[in-house]
């Protein structure tokens, strides 16, 4: 029997059959405002330089930071996630919480442009600004250590405040950073500073573009003893509950899209925002099969930021921010 002559079968197509129809029963929707745009800002360049890695990605100016922060802003974006690449590097990052550093001289410059309109947020690690590439202070014998790289964090916390970043988050998967951040930045009268944590980052194979882009690559190792192991995900749970309870305000999961069950067991578990990081891999994947002609690039895009959205992320760290946008805008 088919199922036009039996009125009572199941029929999935009835919402399906316009525009319309499924616009207005869609369960997941993307707006701009939930999509975090992250930038690199790099001292002592005159204009932009392109990121082979990322197409379309590039390491800004000071100048050229304050263009896309503005076009940003009138897309209706939500925020930016700033990350600085020093000219000088050395072995503790001191560029990190210098006041006149790189991303704290940005975050200066975007607060007096733009107020409050955007929500400034700066990640909070090392590896941009160690020569060595680690995102903490290291041992002689080439080992990341915990707890004095947590004083660094504490002050570049307060440096990025100061200079005007509405929320900080902590990327470098040190136990007790979130502790150690609250309590500096409370004891500088931060108190109102939110923390985003970067709760359950994975040891990843996509950030191989970020890190050309972020020219924060280790020098030797890798960052398989503090970020999380793939195979892993009761343990993302217990990395999130400690972060909650040493005050961090929001969590974040890290990659995205290789970790949508990831995102929807956090999004089940807690009671707090949690952002998704589309990562540096993820966007080039894309990049380069659109490049071939192999998908269509703007489908995918949305699609795959759907995807993050549905998975239960609130907000989604994008590359394509600015562009998904405007597709939005769109309609
Ligand atoms: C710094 C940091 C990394 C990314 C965000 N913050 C690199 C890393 O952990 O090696 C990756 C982002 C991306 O790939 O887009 N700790």
């Known amino acids: 029997m088919s199922a036009g002559a039996n ?13 319309a129809l499924r616009r207005l029963t869609a369960q997941t929707r993307v707006a701009p405002a939930d999509l975090v745009l992250p930038v690199f800002v790099k001292e002592g360049i005159d204009s932009a330089v392109p990121i082979g890695s990322m197409p379309g990605v590039v ?28 000219a000088d590097k050395d072995p503790v990052g001191s560029q990190a919480d210098a006041a006149d550093g790189v991303v704290n001289k940005a975050l200066q410059n975007l607060r007096a442009d733009l107020g409050d ?45 100061q200079a ?9 998967m040190m136990d007790g950073q979130v502790a150690a951040i609250r309590a500096g930045l409370d004891s500088a009268a931060f108190t109102e500073t939110p923390i985003l944590a970067y709760a359950a980052k994975y040891a990843s194979g996509f950030y191989g573009p970020f890190r050309e882009a972020a020219e924060g690559a280790p020098q030797f190792g890798d960052r398989s003893t503090y970020q999380m192991d793939p195979p892993n995900a009761d343990e993302a749970l ?29 999004a089940d578990a807690v009671h707090v925002p949690v952002s998704a990081y589309q990562v540096s891999g993820e966007y080039a994947m894309v990049e380069a099969a659109a490049a071939n002609g192999w998908i269509d690039r703007e489908r995918a895009i949305l699609e795959t930021l759907t995807a993050i959205r549905r998975a239960g992320a609130g907000q989604v760290l994008t590359y394509w921010a600015v562009e998904a ?7």
């Open 7 to 19: 009125p009572g079968f199941a029929r999935g197509r009835r919402l399906r059959s316009t525009p």
């Open 59 to 86: 390491q800004h100016s000071h100048d050229s930071l304050r263009k896309a922060a503005a076009e940003a802003a009138e897309a209706g974006i939500g925020g930016l996630m700033l990350f600085g690449i020093p």
């Open 117 to 161: 309109e955007l929500v400034l947020m700066a990640d909070l690690c090392l590896c941009e600004y160690t020569d060595h590439g680690h995102c903490g202070v290291v041992t002689p014998a080439g080992v990341v250590d915990n707890d004095p790289t947590l004083d660094r964090y504490a002050a570049v916390a307060i440096a990025q405040a």
């Open 164 to 172: 005007g970043a509405h929320l900080v988050a902590p990327s470098g």
């Open 238 to 266: 217990r990395e999130v509950a400690q972060d909650l309870a040493e005050g961090a305000d929001a969590v974040m999961v890290k990659p995205a899209l290789p970790y949508l069950d990831i995102v929807a067991r956090v």
């Open 325 to 331: 946008a405007r597709l939005l805008a769109r309609g």
